[in-house]
């Protein structure tokens, strides 16, 4: 089983930070990215970060300069550095992996975590 565990959520005034973390865990064979989703209420799921296992990445333009994905050294961990937080930016914020395991190779989900940008 893989399971992936989201931290660092909360409340912070606009203009602040907040790092998210999710780590995977399981009987992992490989990963081969990682990603960072956001849902507001009454929107569609989006696509904010993601990162390869080669390291390169991709952002939705509306966080480009301001938030910034990076894997841990265990390369079982990602993080999201968000600086300069707008109200627009409040959603659940959901840990996304392409994970290869013994048996399969598949999309997991973490459980979400409530980002939310208010004064």
């Known amino acids: 089983q893989v399971q992936l565990v989201e931290s660092g959520g909360g409340l912070v005034q606009p203009g602040g930070s907040l790092r998210l973390s999710c780590a995977a865990s399981?009987?992992?064979?490989?990963?081969?990215?990682m990603a960072w989703y956001r849902q507001a209420p009454g929107e569609q799921r989006e696509l904010v970060a993601r990162i390869l296992s080669g390291g390169s990445t991709d952002y939705a333009d509306s966080v480009k300069g301001r938030f910034t994905i990076s894997r841990g050294s265990d390369r079982n961990t990602v993080y999201l550095q968000m600086d300069s937080l707008k109200p627009e930016d409040t959603a659940v914020y959901y840990c996304?992996?392409?994970?290869?395991?013994?048996?399969?190779?598949?999309?997991?989900w973490g459980q979400g975590t409530q980002v939310t940008a208010s004064s």
């Open positions: 399981g009987s992992i064979l490989s990963i081969y990215s």
């Open positions: 996304n992996a392409a994970i290869a395991t013994a048996t399969s190779i598949r999309t997991y």
